[in-house]
């Protein structure tokens, strides 16, 4: 009985299954084989999944605690009742507890991989990736309802003169604080990504005006305002931006990213 329940667990975590439901599948192989009254989990971040036994402290316990394959405490799996004791109970702990560090550590990599699937690396802003998936699907809902939405197209202005000047490292954490600064200036429904070494574009999902894309655009090159302090530096920074709004600068994605560019880089020639 217990081969073909360990199966379908190990099936789920090859799967898109969520890992709750991972875990609650594993949870549920353990009470039917001991029979306990109540089996839990509890995660290190706090997460409790199950049927916990009450709190009175009249239940016997049997807890094991779930270690992932680098050694790390992820959680504990938790018995409660009469037989927990049983000599059959440690061998089916033990089976829970690798089934569910598999699971843990598996989905930790999946999103792992999503995560650098869609975002730079170096300043965890949107990749050029991401940004193509959510500009198609703003393009999408825009035409569906007829409303606008731009796009910000921002270059540094001498980069490689800060790589030269103060070396890559500086200039790394240069573009970690450009990151951050223009991040801060945008809303949360707004996405910004890291197109180029020294490029970027801001995708604004939700335009009234020409007038309001317009104030974004400033409102982006005033993170340039003060300089930025980089260990024992204080390195100055400025940048040239274009917009192109839709739909009267393009109909299409193409159109829009090239309208965008050739606005930014008019703008840094003047």
Request: charged share 25%.
């Amino acid at each position: 009985q217990v081969e073909p329940e360990r199966g379908r667990v190990l099936e789920a975590i090859n799967s898109m299954t969520s890992l709750d439901e991972v875990l609650r599948m594993i949870l549920g192989l353990i009470c039917n084989q001991l029979q306990v009254q109540a089996c839990w989990c509890e995660l290190a971040n706090g997460t409790r999944l199950g049927d916990p036994a009450p709190d009175d402290g009249s239940a016997l316990l049997v807890r094991r605690d779930i270690y992932s394959g680098a050694g790390e405490r992820l959680g504990a799996l938790v018995l409660a009742g009469a037989d927990v004791y049983h000599s059959h109970a440690g061998d089916v702990l033990e089976m829970g507890t690798s089934l569910a560090a598999l699971a843990i550590d598996t989905r930790r990599l999946y999103e792992t991989l999503v995560h650098r699937s869609q975002y730079d690396q170096l300043t965890n802003a949107a990749n050029r990736f991401l940004l193509e998936t959510r500009l198609e699907e703003t393009l999408a809902q825009a035409s569906r309802t007829r409303s606008r939405f731009a796009l910000v197209y921002i270059d540094l202005d001498q980069f490689k003169r800060v790589n030269d000047l103060y070396g890559h490292r500086v200039g790394d954490l240069f573009l970690q604080q450009v990151t951050q600064r223009l991040s801060e200036r945008l809303r949360s429904v707004d996405t910004l990504a890291r197109v180029g070494g020294d490029e970027f574009v801001a995708l604004i999902p939700v335009a009234h005006s020409r007038e309001e894309v317009e104030e974004i655009a400033q409102r982006l090159m005033r993170a340039f305002d003060e300089p930025f302090e980089i260990e024992a530096y204080s390195v100055r920074g400025s940048a040239s931006c274009g917009i192109a709004i839709y739909p009267e600068d393009g109909q299409t994605k193409d159109e829009l990213q090239r309208v965008a560019d050739r606005a930014m880089y008019a703008r840094k020639a003047g």
